[in-house]
């Protein structure tokens, strides 16, 4: 019988082999010969690979079993960012630390950011003894991550201060520019673009996609083509910034025209520059356009659509009347139609009046099973109201008020004097919440002299998360716009950013309020940007 010679592997091999990032399979290869040549200085590299392999426990276990006195700082850090996801060992790991850097500390931070645990997080950083560029990065992402961007403004302000003498980088940059776009927040933003200038820090690719969505968002989609027009190599993500702007802003022909331009400069577009332009092409109806890229991204660039695409093109066609072949498109995708499909398709048939299509599409969703219909309870419920089936109606209400989603109260946001304003629906909270009731009430009397008149009875055939808000005359935008009101010269206009869909009856609204007060408003919605001006909106009714 022949044996086999055992090999010894040098200490120099088995490292390079460590250091090539080696897949599980061949880890627990080399894991073996490092035992059988009992080579312990390699025992941080080991942890290292099994961590980025994800095997936080054969991790923790060579780590329990340190073979001398204690790990350096940088293993132990890496242990508690590999438990980021799970914040009491992360702390136990950090608890047990002999020494702790500023690197510890950022890393317990971002466990605990990634737990989403922001309440703790933030006390946490606020008593961090030592906060690095890396430790504001961590908890500014968080909170642009979680919702908190006013948070995340203020977090920015605080470290502007001289106290601190921490260089912000990119990623703090990026986040807060983020931050901005989420409020409409453009007199911060535009400061942030000089501040940017100012302290040298250099306009990196991810620098420049940030501005040029702020600008977009904010309502300044000048400036933001500013920003593109001056980059001398824009790279798919400057591009796609670009287009998904021009697009939000109903500008569907220059859209087109930055997204030839792409082609031309023979840069592969990815799935959002796809999405960003047949949004375009659907807010400028723009069929044709919508129908070749739609149909061509998978041949030409390899682009499997995903459901957003879907959606996007089914409002493309809905929005042109193409109902029926909206509806088959529908019916034969490969993936399981969303609500967002579904209210493309049934706020088509609202606005082309076509009943009998809509009503053949409730009894298709009605079919599916109950998780197919999730998120569809609110259109459901109101097409049935439509349709005067109020048994229906009240069986899916109920269902609904069992799954009341925090994420779904209508909120939106003012910028004021350089401040930034929340307001929710049926506010209470604004401390001239008062006067600001008065204003709004004087100020929809005047609208009512121009032809407005509140919507109660408000039933939409569409999805509208604004159902949800209960007084209409108190929705958000219009206290928001109210305060605006209040605290701005007459004539300027108005900037309001809204976390829903605007409602059928604050459109109407701002449409008169516009008109009586000669007064532009520019509200961003969920879906696109609306200019309100003399009586008009620049989305004609169709949003
Ligand atoms: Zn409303
Ligand atoms: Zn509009």
Not at 209 to 223: F, Q, V
Not at 281 to 304: A, D, K, P, R
């Amino acid at each position: 019988m022949q044996t086999q010679p055992s090999i010894q592997f040098s200490k120099r091999l088995l490292y390079n082999l460590l250091y090539k990032r080696p897949p599980i399979s061949d880890l627990k290869k080399i894991h073996a010969q490092i035992i059988i040549s009992s080579q312990k200085s390699l025992t941080d590299s080991l942890i290292h690979c099994y961590l980025r392999t994800n095997n936080v426990n054969v991790a923790r276990i060579l780590f329990n079993n340190y073979p001398f006195p204690s790990p350096p700082t940088l293993v132990w850090n890496l242990v508690i960012r590999a438990y980021s996801k799970l914040q009491d060992d992360a702390y136990k790991v950090f608890d047990e630390m002999p020494e702790v850097d500023v690197f510890s500390w950022t890393s317990l931070l971002g466990a605990y950011v990634n737990g989403g645990e922001m309440g703790v997080a933030s006390k946490f950083f606020e008593e961090m003894p030592v906060k690095n560029d890396v430790s504001w990065a961590v908890m500014i992402s968080g909170c642009v991550g979680c919702g908190r961007y006013a948070e995340a403004l203020r977090y920015f302000g605080e470290l502007g201060k001289s106290e601190h003498n921490v260089k912000t980088n990119e990623a703090i940059v990026v986040c807060a520019l983020s931050a901005c776009a989420h409020l409409g927040a453009l007199d911060r933003g535009s400061w942030i673009h000089g501040y940017i200038g100012k302290n040298g820090i250099s306009e990196t690719s991810n620098i420049r996609t940030a501005l040029i969505d702020m600008y977009a968002k904010c309502g300044r989609i000048d400036c933001a083509y500013r920003v593109f027009d001056r980059i001398s190599k824009p790279d798919v993500h400057n591009y796609t910034s670009m287009i998904s702007g021009l697009s939000i802003h109903g500008l569907g022909e220059d859209a087109i025209r930055v997204f030839n331009q792409i082609l031309v400069d023979k840069i592969k577009p990815n799935e959002v520059t796809i999405l960003g332009v047949l949004n375009g092409c659907s807010h400028s109806g723009m069929v044709q356009q919508g129908l070749l890229i739609f149909y061509n991204m998978e041949n030409s660039w390899g682009i499997v659509p995903k459901i957003e695409h879907y959606g996007c093109f089914v409002d493309l066609l809905g929005r042109a009347g193409y109902l029926a072949k909206a509806f088959g498109v529908v019916k034969s995708m490969s993936i399981d139609p969303d609500v967002v499909v579904w209210r493309a398709l049934l706020s088509a048939c609202r606005v082309h009046r076509n009943t009998y299509l809509g009503e053949r599409i409730v009894n298709h969703i009605g079919q599916l099973d109950s998780q197919s219909q999730r998120g569809a309870e609110i259109l459901l419920s109101n097409l049935y109201a439509s349709l005067g089936k109020w048994d229906s109606v009240s069986i899916l209400r109920h269902e609904m008020s069992k799954q009341k989603n925090q994420a779904d109260i209508g909120c939106s946001w003012i910028e004021v004097n350089g401040s930034i304003y929340e307001f929710r629906v049926a506010d209470q909270l604004h401390p001239q919440i008062i006067e600001i009731r008065e204003k709004l009430s004087e100020i929809l009397k005047r609208a009512g002299l121009v032809g407005y008149a509140a919507n109660i009875n408000y039933v939409s055939f569409d999805l509208s998360d604004e159902e949800k808000e209960q007084a209409v005359a108190w929705h958000s935008e219009k206290l928001a716009i109210a305060f605006a009101f209040m605290s701005t010269a007459p004539k300027t206009s108005i900037r309001v950013v809204k976390n829903l869909r605007t409602c059928e009856d604050c459109h109407s609204a701002l449409k008169a309020i516009s008109k009586v007060y000669d007064r532009q408003i520019i509200v961003r919605d969920r879906s696109r940007f609306h200019t309100f001006r003399d009586g008009k909106c620049s989305c004609n009714d169709y949003w």
